[in-house]
């Protein structure tokens, strides 16, 4: 079963693309996972990205910035943000 993120951004260490809730996700059953960034931040630009796993894109996404204090969070977590952005927008 597929299962749903958001990825939350706590600091912009770059002051490039804002902080706040900047990105859904999915991982698929076969571990690959696609993101799409939301149009949030001083840069209103989306995209689409895949990762061949969630490791992936830890390490791209998350662990390579730690001064920013990602957090991921599941879809299962009463915390995750179901319709609207704005409403986790730092």
């Known amino acids: ?11 912009d260490i770059t002051g ?4 706040g809730y900047m990105l859904e996700g999915v ?4 571990g ?5 960034w939301l149009p949030t931040g001083p840069i209103i630009a989306t995209s689409l990205v895949l990762f061949d796993s969630m ?3 830890m390490k791209v ?9 990602t957090q991921i969070i599941w879809e299962d977590d009463p915390e ?3 319709d609207k952005p704005e409403q986790l927008i730092a």
């Open 16 to 19: 490039v693309s804002g902080s």
């Open 55 to 57: 490791d992936d894109f």
């Open 27 to 30: 991982v698929f059953q076969n």
């Open 32 to 36: 690959k996972v696609a993101a799409t």
């Open 1 to 11: 079963m597929s299962k749903k993120f958001a990825m939350i951004r706590n600091f």
């Open 61 to 69: 996404r998350v662990d390579s910035h730690p001064e920013n204090k």
């Open 80 to 82: 995750f943000p179901e």
